[in-house]
């Protein structure tokens, strides 16, 4: 007898949504390249920024969500959305699965006697007197100082087959942009700076989900931010305090274990923003 359609689901049926949108914004970076020459500058220049913001969007939600709780039952199925993924968002999934594995492994620690962290991420590593970096050097230089080998060469001798698709995603993510480049490179070429500006908006998110949280409390590691709107778009990643406490609760399960937790957060001083975190340069943070 064939497995129902849902079985193929790891968690829940609401995991179709993110299954959705992620075969969504891969046609939709399609669309723009191949819409291009159609589209006028006032279409254009807009269409650009969502495309940025997009990228951010998917990082912090559909990708990070597959790496918590991957959504297939069949590895195969898994790796396929994880190749998807990487095709949409310029970089390795497989590879971002483990820098991020260790982001969690340190939640933004502060540095050691050593003077590094156990996170890669953290917005501590390059701080000083052991307080966060600037926020606006850390969104705009990550992308650059990020070094990805070291996680390589790590998977290489412990998961050989993880690094030999890690090698897939790169292979076929150069060959999927090649090919829209030979269709046409004018498009590919404007899309350049907004792929960087994205992945600056995603390393800025990532700077407002710690900033003010407290390195040494674990329910405190992350900071939260309850809109509707932003958690309805963005998948609960607001709720960032309890995912960096639960994180391999699936998303959907975080409203509820906030409520079950919210006096307990209250009392650790668990930090919240009013904005979505993308947004936290819009608040007055108190220093520590």
């Given at each position: 007898m064939a497995r129902p359609a849902y079985r193929l689901l790891a968690h829940s049926l609401w995991d179709l949504v993110p299954i959705a949108l992620?075969?969504?914004?891969?046609?939709?970076?399609?669309?723009?390249?191949?819409?291009?020459?159609?589209?006028?500058?006032?279409?254009?220049?807009?269409?650009?920024?969502?495309?940025?913001?997009?990228?951010?969007?998917?990082?912090?939600?559909?990708?990070?969500?597959?790496?918590?709780?991957?959504?297939?039952?069949?590895?195969?199925?898994?790796?396929?959305?994880?190749?998807?993924?990487?095709?949409?968002?310029?970089?390795?999934?497989?590879?971002?699965?483990?820098?991020?594995?260790r982001h969690h492994r340190g939640n933004s620690d502060l540095p050691g006697p050593n003077g590094q962290t156990i996170d890669p991420l953290s917005i501590y590593l390059r701080g000083k007197d052991g307080q966060p970096e600037n926020p606006w050097a850390y969104t705009f230089l990550s992308f650059f100082r990020d070094d990805p080998k070291p996680f390589y060469e790590e998977m290489k001798r412990k998961r050989p087959a993880d690094a030999r698709w890690v090698k897939v995603e790169i292979y076929v993510t150069v060959a999927f942009y090649i090919a829209l480049a030979f269709y046409n490179w004018q498009a590919v070429l404007w899309l350049l700076p907004f792929w960087y500006l994205g992945q600056c908006l995603s390393s800025l998110n990532g700077y407002y989900e710690h900033f003010g949280g407290n390195p040494g409390l674990p329910i405190a590691w992350g900071v939260s931010a309850y809109g509707v709107l932003y958690n309805l778009i963005w998948m609960n990643n607001g709720y960032h305090a309890e995912h960096h406490y639960r994180p391999k609760m699936h998303w959907t399960k975080m409203k509820v274990f906030h409520r079950e937790i919210a006096q307990q957060q209250r009392e650790a001083g668990v930090k919240v923003i009013p904005v979505s975190h993308g947004l936290g340069f819009l608040v007055a943070h108190r220093k520590n």
């Open positions: 992620g075969l969504a914004h891969f046609a939709f970076v399609i669309w723009l390249v191949l819409a291009f020459h159609s589209l006028s500058w006032w279409a254009i220049v807009p269409l650009a920024l969502v495309y940025a913001v997009s990228l951010s969007w998917s990082i912090n939600s559909i990708s990070h969500n597959q790496i918590h709780n991957a959504y297939f039952t069949q590895a195969w199925m898994n790796r396929g959305f994880d190749l998807l993924l990487s095709v949409t968002i310029g970089f390795s999934q497989t590879l971002y699965r483990d820098i991020h594995n």
